[in-house]
């Protein structure tokens, strides 16, 4: 594969390619930067990523609309996939723009939030594209792997501590897995409510 070709190849995934790298500049700034008033606007890093690769997809629909495949096939672009990554680039910054303050008020680490977000993002843009098996099967398993750390670190996080501390609980108090998983139950549940109720307190009265 020459130079040229290449660069044509990279050309049809550089809008995956573009919210890939928000990602990792996303990342590389909460490393290099300490401060709060940098990592409170990181969203911004994921609105321009997003923003770049909108403007890419439409750039190549208005210059270049018939289809075309890349690296031997695997890849290809047309109608459907410039529609599916318009649609994905939409879902995904109305989804950073809903969760900020929602993200901000719990505490979720921002800076890995928004990266998975992307990476997810980047995912199903892949996916749109893919045109085999082994590129369908990459583009899931990165979809999936960025759902499902996600999850754990937003939704289920307590609960997927409380299940490495079980059986701790289980040999220091005596009692049985049962009881011990119920009232870890309880306590995670506990948990979730009250991170809830205390972001609406938050929307409403931010200086406490």
């Not at 994921?46 to 890849?75: C, D, K, Q």
């Not at 008020?105 to 990476?119: D, M, P």
């Not at 040999?171 to 309880?186: I, P």
Request: include cysteine; proline fraction near 2%.
């Amino acid at each position: 594969m020459d130079g040229s070709q290449l660069l044509k190849d990279l050309s049809l995934v550089l809008p995956a390619l573009c919210v890939t790298a928000g990602a990792v500049v996303i990342l590389a700034l909460e490393l290099i930067f300490r401060r709060e008033s940098v990592r409170s606007r990181l969203d911004w890093v994921a609105y321009v990523a997003i923003g770049g690769a909108f403007a890419i997809v439409l750039r190549e629909l208005r210059l270049n609309p018939s289809s075309a495949t890349g690296f031997n096939h695997a890849i290809v672009t047309d109608y459907l996939a410039r529609f599916v990554s318009i649609a994905v680039l939409s879902a995904a910054g109305l989804a950073i723009l809903q969760s900020a303050g929602y993200v901000a008020a719990r505490g979720v680490y921002r800076a890995e939030y928004y990266a998975l977000v992307l990476l997810a993002t980047a995912g199903m843009i892949f996916l749109a594209q893919s045109n085999d098996l082994i590129t369908t099967f990459l583009s899931i398993e990165l979809l999936s792997l960025a759902i499902y750390v996600l999850t754990a670190m937003v939704v289920t996080a307590q609960f997927t501590a409380y299940s490495y501390v079980e059986p701790f609980i289980k040999v220091a108090s005596g009692l049985s897995g049962e009881v011990v998983t119920l009232v870890l139950l309880v306590f995670g549940g506990s948990g979730i409510i009250g991170s809830l109720l205390f972001s609406r307190l938050h929307r409403h009265s931010p200086q406490g």
